[in-house]
Structures are given as structure tokens and as C-alpha cells.
């Protein structure tokens, strides 16, 4: 029943916006192909929902030289949330995996990637209840995974098992918010789920005395993203301050690489609470950000990725990706970084 009326739901929000989008005809598209400006305007304000850059502008002193105002730096991490942020207008710029702008396509929700982060290495590992006694992907057949569809999460659970030769109706695929895994997991709800860092050291430090476990998976979620509604692009003035947030995030990202110290006492002990020890192992398995000059890469992995859900049976049909870029935006980021981060692996 709750399947069916998130379908009802979904249906609707995609013929309400479809509607809204044959209203508001050509002016609006030639808007998303115009150039963008140069500067912006007194007075610009965004509300973003990135706190890992708010964190790394603040800890290296380049907030304040954002030139607009940030309204709001709204706690909204998980694909879904951001989703309905966007809906709402209570977010109008947010950092994310490639599966959201995925899910919130296939929701009728009208949005462009606008900046992006490649890497090459695992993010998540799969974490196991306390007795679950699984020690292999090979071993999760017949087990209860936390999948959220519209996560990162969730596509890891997909790659993961795809890698592993085992069929989605050959595990038990139980649909949560990413922000529930923790808890199903201590509770016994679920055999095994995602977490990335620092929730994975968080729950191993509560629970492997009782035998949880993290399992590794080649699953690579290869995109991060900075994405925002199309209805904020199609303002100009919102538009010249989302290119200059790009450069700053960029900029965040590398400043970050630079100054673990820094970076560790910022984010991982003062903002997520673990301690130094772990802050630095858990740096220790962070990928140098990647800034690429061309997108070509990245959309075909996010049509990759579309053609993985959709098969699984999530998210309507297969759609071309390109869609969900806007290219206007493409090279700001590998602009805004120096020659190291503009390559892989340099």
C-alpha cells in the first residue's frame, strides 16, 4: 500500500510540474542557454544546503568573501530531503550524489547539475549488524539490506550486488532513509546497509565488540555533485551567484586536501564529533578532489547509473543524462583549481 500511494504521489508531483513547465514556455528555456553573467548583483542571497563547504569556507576564512548572501545553511543532507527542499524553495543550491538529480527527474522536479567532483575509490562499505555474521559480499543472498533508491546508498547496494553476480530478488532490498540505517542496524532490523564515513566509524566503535563489521565493495559512487533547481538557474542574477559558489566550493574542497590538521579539528572532531585518531585514519582513505575540465565522463557514468535503477525497477524509464547537466557551468570548478586537482591522480 505504501509503495502504490508513493507512486500515486509521484505521478502527481510529475504532471503538476509538467504543467508548470508547457506553462511557462520558451522565455524559460532560452534562460538555462543564455550566458552566464559576469558578476552579480548587490543583493543576491541563496540559501545551501552543503555543510561540508560551509565548514571548509568558514575554517579557511573564505566565507566571507562569498559575494552574495547566503540566506541559510539548511541541515538538509539526504537525496530525498534535498528533493523536497528544492520543492518547497526553502533550498535553492545543495551538494549531493549523482542519484538524486536521478530520483528528483523521475519525481517531475526540474533541476541541473552545476558543478562536479569525480573519484575513483569506494566511499561507503557495507555495515553489519552485531551477529550477522556476514564477512563477503558473497554472503549477503538472502539477507536484509538497507536500500534507499534515492541515495548514493542505495546504488551502491545495486553495483554491489551487480558485481556480485546475486539478483535483486535474491536479498531482501528494505527501503529506508540512509538517516535510519544506524538504528535498523543496532536493532537487528537489517542484516547489512551502507554507511560512509564518519557514521561507519561512529557504529564500529559502538558495536564491533558485539561483531559488527565493515564490509568492503568495489561499488564506486564516482559523482559529487553541486545541483540546483532549474526555476533559481533561469534567474540571472541567483545564476552569476551559483558560478561563483562553484568556485568556492572547489577552492573548499582543495583547501580541505591541504590542510588536514585544519580540516580534521574543523569538520571531523568539532563538526561530526569523532576523535582526532579517527579523523585522521578516516582522511587517510580520502581521494584527492578532481575538478574535470570536460563532463563527457561524468554524464556517461550518471547514464550508466539511469540504466542500472530504471532495470532494477526504480524510477520510471531510461532518460538520456545530458539532461541533467547544465553545461554552461562545466569548466567554473576545473577553472577555480590549481593544475593538481584538474587531473586524476596527479
Known sequence: MRKTIRRIALLAAATSLLAVSCATGDEDNSALTAPLPTTVPPGVSLAVAANTAKVALTASGELGKLPFTVSSWPAVQAGPDVIQAFRGGSVDLATNAGIPPIHAHATGLDAKIVGVKVRTTPLYKLATAPGSNINSVADLRGKKIGFSPGQAQGLVVLRTLKAAGIRTDEVQLVEL?????????????????????????????????????????????ALSVLWAPTAVLRDENKAAAVAEFVKFWARGEVWAWEHPDEWIDAYYVKDQSVSVADGKRILTTVEQPYFPENWDEAISWEQETIDLVTSAGFFGKSFDAEELFDRRFEKIAYEAVAAPYRNKGA
Open 177 to 221: 532513509s540512509s538517516t535510519k540505517f544506524l538504528t535498523a542496524l543496532q536493532a537487528k532490523e537489517l542484516d547489512v546497509a551502507p554507511l560512509g564515513e564518519p557514521s561507519l566509524t561512529k557504529y564500529l566503535d559502538k558495536y564491533a565488540s558485539e561483531g559488527a563489521t565493515g564490509v568492503e565493495t568495489t561499488a564506486v559512487d
